[in-house]
């Protein structure tokens, strides 16, 4: 097949240490970062996470503040900021999923610090340039260089606890990167190889792990396909899932990673017509027959909730949440028809399957 004309943009420089075991290197990290005292963040429940990457970094450690949330509270940031001034912290470092990521991105927003980030989920926001933050309710979405962590150190073994269902729920997260990325306007050849590697390193993974969740070699492909997906989600323009992701978390309060995964089979057959060669990728990279079905079976299949209705979603804001979707929609393959939108919601608040072509 001919080559399609693309642009490429090289990604600003980081530096990723991969496997198991590498959080004992955190120490050389920091200093290899001129960091000589850092503060250590989590959430509340990772406390014991951030106390012994404390321990690691020894000496280099100034504060340890385990009050990270989901969303990045600007409050929360603050609170930290001030622990920031306060102690001479030079540099941080971030263990955990999204949130936590998100606040030690929050801090080098305002002060230009460099980050560790040790990342225990498959969100991917390590690998971006992308900061949302909450205040008074309302979330706002930045893009700047300066939020892009450092140093990235995947360690297997951090993740070895993380409970099954979310390890699914987050690994659907990270493929839906992966999959808008191969439809995405602004994609090019490298991210598509880096997609469908993700797709596949995924697919392995995800029937394993609720089978056994200290599978070393399944959550090793599953912490390697959260670093691919995690440079497509940089790397491109996100369409209709994320949109749809985004009205429904905004507006509706419905959960993050549970809700990618129950909008991802739907919002992929919403495409597949108007998006062939990605969903011949896609499928290809699973191994089934077409690229929905095969979404829809593969989370299914690990016991990850397939409905809205599951969510705790009432039927009756079906109708709103279109209306939210179609208002200043994302760039998308096939046009957003409010109809259709309407029809896709009614699948996902279902669970039905998608229909096969
Ligand atoms: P999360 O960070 O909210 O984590 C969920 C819970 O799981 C937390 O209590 C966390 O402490 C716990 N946890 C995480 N790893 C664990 C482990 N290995 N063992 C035990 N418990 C563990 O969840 P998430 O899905 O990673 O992140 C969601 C957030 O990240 C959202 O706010 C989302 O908007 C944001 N996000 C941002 C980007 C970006 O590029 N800016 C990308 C993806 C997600």
Known sequence: MPVDP??????????VVFGKGRVDRVSEEAVHLGIRRAIVLSTPEQADHANAIAGLLGEHCGAVFSHARMHTPVDVTEQAMAIVRTEGIDGTVAIGGGSTTGLGKAIAYR???????????????????I????????????RDPKVVPETVIYDVALTLALPAGLSVTSGMN????????????????????????????FAAAIPAIPA?????????????????????????????HHKLCHVLGGSF???????????????????????RPAMERIARALGADAAAQGLFDLAAGAGAPTSLRELGMH???????????????????????????????????HGRRPATA
């Open 6 to 15: 693309f642009v490429f943009q090289a990604r600003p420089p980081q530096r």
């Open 111 to 129: 002060t230009d610090l460099p980050q560790i980030a040790v990342p225990t989920t498959y969100a991917g926001s390590e690998m971006t340039d």
């Open 131 to 142: 900061l949302g933050e909450t205040a008074d309710g309302s979330k706002k979405t930045l």
């Open 174 to 201: 990270a493929i839906a990167h992966a999959v808008e990325a191969l439809y995405a306007p602004d994609g090019n050849p490298v991210v598509s190889l880096l997609a469908e590697e993700g797709i596949r390193s």
């Open 212 to 240: 056994d969740p200290a599978n070393e070699g399944a959550r090793a492909d599953a912490l390697y396909g959260a670093w691919l997906c995690g440079i497509a989600l940089a790397s491109t323009s996100m369409a209709l």
């Open 253 to 275: 309060d419905l959960p993050h990673a549970e809700t990618h995964t129950v909008i991802l089979p739907h919002a992929v057959a919403y495409n597949a017509e108007a998006a």
């Open 315 to 349: 039927a009756d804001a079906l109708d709103r949440a279109a209306d939210i979707a179609v208002a200043n929609p994302y760039s998308n393959p096939r046009p957003i028809e409010r109809d259709a939108i309407r029809a896709l919601l009614d699948d996902a608040w």
